[in-house]
């Protein structure tokens, strides 16, 4: 008995050392649920249900892809090193679009956020996380997140991140969004549930829209 207490204790370590090593090239998965204390809005979000998104990452470019039968595939690339997005949409009733763009942040953008750092604490897939609470005025509306992120894994920008310039460093495991649309509130919570290490062929990165996309 005392020998397996050894052992499970050994495993556990061990799995700490592992988590907490830099996550430079692989696949991320996350789970993202959307409510809103609106009766109306909620049953709407319901219908959209628990979302896998799955992120490929090597060094400052990712890959983000989402499907969901209301709002289709969605597929974001970045390069954080170039500051280059490339959003491909396939939606119902839309058909296949893409979105190119500079991801540039003016001072004047900057300005409008105010990142504070938090006190709580969390720890997820083994990985210590800071805490941190945003805030962003844009065009008259109010968006709060909190995020719970890693400096394990850098270099790496997700969408939110990407607006906040350098005010944040590293990656988020946790996050919560909350935003009002049309008056009713929407609570988005974001969790990776999974991180494996492995090769990501250089071509999930191209940033030349696909065959078959028109731009937006």
């Not at 970045?78 to 949409?89: P, V």
């Not at 709060?144 to 400096?151: A, L, P, Q, V, W």
């Not at 906040?164 to 495991?173: H, R």
């Not at 649309?181 to 990501?200: H, L, P, R």
């Amino acid at each position: 008995m005392k020998k397996l207490l050894l052992f499970m204790i050994a495993l556990g370590l061990s799995f700490t050392t592992i988590a907490q090593e830099k996550f430079t090239e692989g696949v991320i998965t996350m789970k993202q649920n959307m409510t809103s204390p609106n009766e109306q809005v909620n049953a709407s979000l319901s219908m959209i249900g628990e979302m896998i998104t799955t992120t490929y990452v090597d060094g400052s470019k990712s890959r983000t892809e989402s499907s969901n039968p209301m709002s289709g595939d969605i597929t974001v690339i970045i390069d954080s090193e170039s500051n280059e997005l490339l959003q491909l949409m396939d939606v119902p009733g839309m058909g296949k679009k893409y979105v190119s763009q500079k991801m540039e942040i003016t001072e004047e953008m900057l300005n409008n956020i105010v990142v504070t750092k938090g006190t709580e604490t969390k720890n997820v897939l083994g990985y210590d996380l800071e805490h941190y609470i945003i805030t962003i005025n844009q065009e008259g509306s109010e968006m709060k997140m909190e995020m719970f992120i890693t400096d394990k894994i850098e270099g790496v920008m997700t969408q939110q991140t990407a607006m906040l310039g350098n005010k944040v460093k590293g990656y988020p495991l946790h996050m919560v969004m909350t935003m009002n649309q049309m008056g009713s509130e929407i609570v988005i919570i974001t969790e990776v549930t999974k991180m494996d290490a492995q090769a990501v062929d250089d071509n999930k990165f191209s940033l030349t829209p696909p065959e078959g996309y028109t731009k937006m």
